[in-house]
């Protein structure tokens, strides 16, 4: 039995952690898309079978709006920060002030991050560099893939050197092979809450439940912290 599961890419690590946990109680394994957040909810709304939805509070709200989720069955996973990684091993660029990271984006030969008109965090990167008034000099270093994950995976393995990451911390943290550097600085400081949601049209909505409950529950606190969710 298959637990349908649509998800913005900074679940995915706390999900995979906390899967086998509803495996044992009800048999239900999780069959899970992960992906940029504005990509998932058309994915959504063009049909995807779907039980349980996790996205940012405002996209889970437009969805509730329209009357395609459980109103009872919506809950608040936790807070995630956008962040800056580096492959394993290499320096550390300066973050901790906007000048400091814009000349770090300056010098850096590569520049990976998720879709920039799908994806939270790389919406929020671009508009960055439109604000520090770098995005033609830098466009051309720039790294986008379809999801964070995908952007952390081919950084990890680029092997270059000055290669940024900018994305979820959850991202981060769950791909190998990377250094999370830390948040953006606090000019720039992106916090996005993330909801799970149980779907009108699910057609597990017991399984569903219990899942949205071992996900948000205390128990699964400290899956939460280490996943890069802050409360």
């Known amino acids: 039995m298959k637990l349908k599961l649509l998800s913005g890419g900074a679940a995915q690590g706390v999900v995979t952690a906390l899967a086998k946990k509803l495996k044992t109680e009800t048999g239900y394994e999780i069959d899970g898309t992960f992906s940029a957040v504005g990509a998932m909810k058309e994915k959504f709304l063009a049909g995807a079978p779907c039980d349980l939805i996790l996205l940012s509070a405002k996209l889970i709200g437009e969805l509730e709006k329209n009357g395609h989720l459980v109103s009872d069955a919506i809950v608040p996973l936790g807070v995630v920060y956008t962040g800056v990684a580096v492959p ?17 984006l300056l010098a850096a030969e590569g520049i990976y991050f998720p879709d920039p008109e799908q994806a939270t965090a790389g919406i929020h990167l671009m508009g960055i560099l439109n604000r520090l008034g770098i995005t033609a000099e830098i466009t051309p270093r ?3 893939y379809p999801n964070g994950a995908t952007a952390m995976r081919e950084l990890a ?22 250094t999370l550097v830390g948040r953006l600085p606090q000019a720039f400081e992106l916090a996005t809450t993330y909801t799970a949601a149980l779907c009108r049209r699910s057609e597990s909505p017991a399984a569903a439940r219990r899942f949205l409950e071992i996900l948000t529950g205390e128990a699964a606190l400290p899956q939460r912290l280490t996943a890069g969710f802050e409360t």
């Open 142 to 144: 720039l790294r986008p």
């Open 157 to 178: 393995r680029a092997g270059g050197e000055r290669l940024i990451g900018v994305t979820q911390i959850t991202e981060i943290k769950n791909t190998p092979g990377l």
């Open 88 to 104: 394993a091993g290499k320096p550390l660029p300066a973050i901790a002030e906007a000048e400091a990271f814009r000349k770090s």
